[in-house]
């Protein structure tokens, strides 16, 4: 586990996985929503693995889902406000 230290309010420290440290970064890189197959392209990460670091992101507010209308089984996500905002700093 690795805790992220937000850059405005040191004394909230958040607790997440190294593996949705991970999908945070890589949602940081991308400025579109991204879908689970895609985000499992790029990390080295199991599917089961990458829904579970998107649990955690989206139970701290880092990240939202939308829905894809073009097929509505699959989901994109995306920075939330929350992350963009703050800018939060990892330490271990």
């Known amino acids: 586990m690795v805790y992220l ?4 309010h040191s004394e909230q420290r958040v607790r997440i996985s190294r593996s949705a440290v991970a999908v945070l970064e890589l949602l940081e890189t ?13 990390l080295p990460y199991s599917e ?3 829904h579970y670091a998107l649990n955690q992101l989206r139970e701290e ?3 939202k889902r939308n829905s894809n209308f073009e ?3 699959e989901s994109r996500y995306l920075l939330a406000a929350r992350a963009a905002l703050f800018g ?3 330490t271990l």
Request: without cysteine; glycine residues 0%.
């Open 88 to 90: 939060f700093r990892l």
């Open 5 to 8: 230290n937000p850059v405005i």
């Open 48 to 50: 089961r693995t990458i």
């Open 71 to 73: 097929d509505l089984r």
């Open 61 to 63: 507010s880092f990240i």
């Open 30 to 42: 991308k400025n579109t929503p991204i879908a689970v197959r895609e985000i499992k392209q790029e």
